[in-house]
């Protein structure tokens, strides 16, 4: 390579980092850009609040599944504790409130127990989606942020190829010659990005329906103590009621 070859590649890639840093802060300035190019990737910038909602609710998920867990706990430890305590001042009192409290402390920690038996099916819900979240979601934000890059990269082509053709004159050949560079240059870039782009509109659609596929496959476990919990616990609510009635004076 001569030396004039040298020094024209070193100020292509100059040119090339300047525009691409001009159309970064354009972006991160937030000023308005070409309305055109803006509306061509309207599909693609569609996908992607799909893809941060997915990323956001995901965590907000897993941040709710984990408050949960503690607080079932701590929910469970007390109810239990209440239960013992009640069953050991009942066993104490001979009387008929002695063995209301019995029953009653009875319920408590068996429904103590019911309710720490949700903590496995979520600790597996929590599970999935953290596995989720850092396969599946991590593997689409890496496309995304390549999508990014390729996006700056073209759109700060097009601004360079905006700014040439202002000055072109068709009769200069050296004009028309940095043109055609700064055109190839617009295509090539063009090129890399509808690939990426492409990606990620199929990565977003794909991972929307295993996140739905994931839910309704794991949430499916929790559900069925979840529902069934309150029936257990008026079950035991009913049992301590006929208790208290059939241990009224002039009853068995």
Same mark, same amino acid.
């Given at each position: 390579?001569?030396?004039? =070859?040298?020094?024209?590649?070193?100020?292509?890639? $100059?040119?090339?980092?300047?525009?691409?840093?001009?159309?970064?802060?354009?972006?991160?300035?937030?000023?308005?850009? =070409?309305?055109?190019?803006?509306?061509? =990737?309207?599909?693609? !910038?569609?996908?992607?609040?799909? *893809?941060?909602?997915?990323?956001?609710?995901?965590?907000?998920?897993?941040?709710?599944?984990?408050?949960? @867990?503690?607080?079932? /706990? &701590?929910?469970?430890?007390?109810?239990?504790?209440?239960?013992?305590?009640?069953?050991?001042?009942?066993?104490?009192?001979?009387?008929?409130?002695?063995?209301?409290?019995?029953?009653?402390? +009875?319920?408590?920690? *068996?429904?103590?127990? @019911?309710?720490?038996?949700?903590? &496995?099916?979520? /600790?597996?819900?929590?599970?999935?989606?953290?596995? *989720?979240?850092?396969?599946?979601?991590? =593997?689409?934000?890496?496309?995304?942020?390549?999508?990014?890059?390729?996006?700056?990269?073209?759109?700060?082509?097009?601004?360079?190829?905006?700014?040439?053709?202002?000055?072109?004159?068709?009769?200069?050949?050296?004009?028309?010659?940095? *043109?055609?560079?700064?055109?190839?240059?617009?295509?090539?870039? +063009?090129?890399? $990005?509808?690939?990426?782009?492409? !990606?990620? /509109?199929?990565?977003? !659609?794909?991972?929307?329906?295993?996140?739905? &596929?994931?839910?309704?496959?794991?949430?499916?476990?929790?559900?069925?103590?979840?529902?069934?919990?309150?029936? &257990?616990?008026?079950?035991?609510?009913? $049992?301590?009621?006929?208790?208290?009635?059939?241990?009224?004076?002039?009853?068995?």
């Amino acid at each position: 390579m001569s030396a004039h =070859d040298q020094n024209s590649s070193v100020v292509k890639k $100059f040119q090339q980092k300047y525009w691409r840093t001009k159309q970064t802060l354009i972006k991160v300035s937030g000023r308005k850009e =070409d309305e055109h190019v803006v509306a061509s =990737d309207a599909e693609l !910038d569609g996908k992607l609040e799909v *893809f941060h909602s997915i990323q956001r609710t995901c965590m907000e998920l897993l941040k709710v599944t984990e408050q949960y @867990q503690r607080r079932i /706990c &701590n929910f469970s430890q007390e109810e239990n504790e209440l239960g013992v305590f009640l069953r050991a001042q009942g066993s104490r009192d001979k009387t008929r409130a002695g063995k209301i409290m019995q029953a009653t402390g +009875k319920a408590l920690c *068996f429904s103590s127990q @019911q309710r720490l038996s949700l903590r &496995n099916p979520l /600790c597996r819900l929590y599970q999935e989606v953290e596995t *989720f979240r850092y396969r599946a979601i991590s =593997d689409t934000w890496l496309t995304v942020n390549h999508m990014e890059q390729s996006r700056t990269e073209y759109r700060g082509a097009l601004l360079w190829m905006k700014d040439v053709s202002q000055e072109l004159d068709p009769d200069t050949h050296k004009q028309m010659e940095k *043109f055609r560079k700064v055109q190839a240059q617009v295509r090539s870039t +063009k090129t890399s $990005f509808d690939k990426l782009k492409n !990606d990620v /509109c199929q990565k977003v !659609d794909l991972l929307g329906a295993s996140r739905c &596929n994931l839910l309704s496959h794991v949430l499916t476990t929790p559900a069925t103590p979840i529902w069934m919990l309150p029936r &257990n616990r008026a079950e035991l609510r009913c $049992f301590s009621l006929l208790l208290c009635r059939q241990t009224r004076p002039g009853r068995g």
